[in-house]
């Protein structure tokens, strides 16, 4: 019976090794899914941190360009009232002037005739 035994050792030795191998090898894939969830839920979390960023800098960029074309606007309209003021302003003054010129020319005639 001794021999028997002795027969059976290595098979029981490398079959409790192989059990050890793969106890071994269950440990490190459940720490590798561990580390795997762990790395998802970072990368996650990062992301929506920089969607936040991206959603604030949109809204502040849409802020800044609606504040840009109101003020562009109120110069628009305050450009356009000063030139219809001058349009205005020239539209009188021209006759007038137009008057003076005349005038001058008069009297520039009449002191060249004396």
Sequence with gaps: MDGSLTAHAPTDT???RVGDYRDRIARLSDKLCVLHEGLDHDRNTRFEYLQGKMRQLDE???ASQ???AKKISV???QLIAVHHDLTKNVR???PWN???TMRSLKLTRLC???
């Design 14 to 16: 490398l079959t409790a």
């Design 60 to 62: 502040r960029l849409t």
């Design 66 to 68: 609606d504040s840009g």
């Design 75 to 77: 110069l628009k309209q």
């Design 92 to 94: 009188i003054a021209y």
């Design 98 to 100: 137009k008057q003076n």
């Design 112 to 114: 060249r005739q004396r």
